[in-house]
């Protein structure tokens, strides 16, 4: 069984104090004389949990070891965090506005939604929004935006999505589709949810503002898919956890969960989910869902804990994880069904793997070889030159890992 660092405990434990209090709780844990706060905000900024801890501990902090010039960088950081906030908050009402004055018939989803659950919005940074429109109004939604002074910005394969930003106040992605890859994968389960039909919305209160969202059985489900899709590709962190457990404990009453849980069994996913949902009741204060859970394994939580918190703790973990993405996303996307030779994903893949730094052999498959021998060179060259690289092997077996675990909670 993985066995998480003590100071990963801790961390956990205020983060859990900071929710279960929304925020009023400043008292000084018993754990604090063993405590490394300073690790223990390291491992909160790689989990995009700083400000919480920060919020719970800067009245007492200096006492266990912090010195006052990280407590006032992180001070700064959150008055810094909060002005930004208001600026994206303030152009986004804009946005939303224009777009009704359009015409544009549109939900506003994720962060956005997510942040006014939080003790404090500004905490769970949001400086992006997400907006889905169908085809019919996605050509007026991207000129209220472009007349706006926002620049789009392409992203390679990305066939439902497209980016807009506004200098570094606001990205806004609009999209045609609730998915972008894993739209692909699960379109019959999409249409049997109905998560896209206009029955399944509601309309909330957001910046004084009345706007359309997905009803909460829905939206839960959507951001469960959500935060899988980036747990397939490249990992998530704590603060993904965080959105379903305060999602859950603001909407509990009105979510079906005898539905929800089918769902999500469709789209191959319940045991992932059921994990995550375990996790976040027994370490961030979520409601009690114990009739959910039948066969929890202790062993797998760790597993799944160690790669969501700890393996955020330092750049080297999420350098390792990243680099394993394309095996990872392969052995879901292309090869579930049977097992992928790590080898020969690693040392020699299929084009369609390959970054968009090798795109001539994704467009001309007779340069794959090529390919093969530009990325050798390249990694070698970058080690010679001291860079930060990741090994073949330390590759293949960070992929070996989490394929292992994919399949451990069901998802391949």
Not at 117 to 132: G, N, T, V
Not at 285 to 306: C, K, N, P, T
Not at 317 to 342: C, E, L, P, Q
């Amino acid at each position: 069984m993985t066995t998480l660092n003590s100071n990963t405990e801790y961390f956990l434990k205020l983060v859990s104090q900071y929710l279960e209090s929304g925020g009023k709780n400043h008292s000084t844990p018993d754990f604090a004389p063993m405590a490394n706060f300073s690790e223990i905000l390291k491992i909160a900024v790689h989990n995009k949990c700083d400000l919480f801890v920060y919020h719970t501990i800067w009245r007492w902090g200096v006492e266990y070891g912090l010195d006052e010039t990280t407590l006032r960088a992180f001070k700064n950081r959150m008055l810094f965090t909060a002005i930004s906030q208001l600026r994206a908050d303030a152009e986004l009402k804009e946005v939303i506005h224009e777009l009704n004055l359009a015409g544009v018939k549109f939900m506003l989803l994720k962060g956005v939604i997510l942040s006014q659950l939080y003790p404090d919005p500004a905490y769970r940074r949001s400086f992006d929004a997400d907006i889905h429109v169908s085809d019919e109004f996605a050509e007026r939604a991207v000129k209220v935006l472009t007349d706006r002074g926002y620049i789009y910005i392409p992203k390679e394969s990305i066939k439902y999505e497209k980016t807009f930003q506004l200098n570094e106040i606001l990205t806004v992605e609009i999209h045609t589709k609730l998915f972008e890859s894993f739209y692909e994968k699960n379109k019959a389960t999409i249409a049997a949810a109905e998560l896209e039909s206009p029955s399944n919305r509601k309309e909330i209160r957001v910046f004084d503002t009345l706007v359309e969202t997905l009803s909460p059985n829905h939206f839960l489900i959507y951001v469960i898919c959500h935060h899988t899709k980036h747990f397939i590709a490249s990992g998530i962190n704590l603060r993904h956890l965080i959105d379903i457990c305060v999602y859950v404990n603001r909407y509990n009453e009105q979510l079906n969960w005898e539905y929800i849980v089918s769902i999500l069994d469709r789209f191959g996913i319940k045991d992932f989910a059921l994990n995550l949902l375990f996790i976040c009741q027994h370490h961030l204060g979520m409601v009690d869902l114990s009739f959910l859970y039948q066969d929890i394994e202790e062993d797998v939580v760790s597993m799944l804990m160690y790669d969501i918190i700890e393996r955020n703790a330092d750049n080297e973990g999420t350098t390792k994880r990243a680099s394993a993405h394309d095996i990872v996303h392969a052995a879901y996307f292309r090869n579930s069904n049977r097992n992928i030779n790590i080898f020969k994903a690693n040392y020699f893949p299929k084009g369609s793997s390959l970054s968009s730094k090798y795109m001539y052999a994704r467009k001309h498959p007779i340069l794959l070889p090529i390919a093969w021998l530009h990325r050798a060179f390249s990694y070698f060259w970058r080690k010679m030159r001291g860079n930060t690289v990741v090994s073949p092997a330390e590759r293949a077996k960070v992929a070996n890992e989490r394929i292992e675990l994919l399949k451990r909670v069901r998802i391949l």
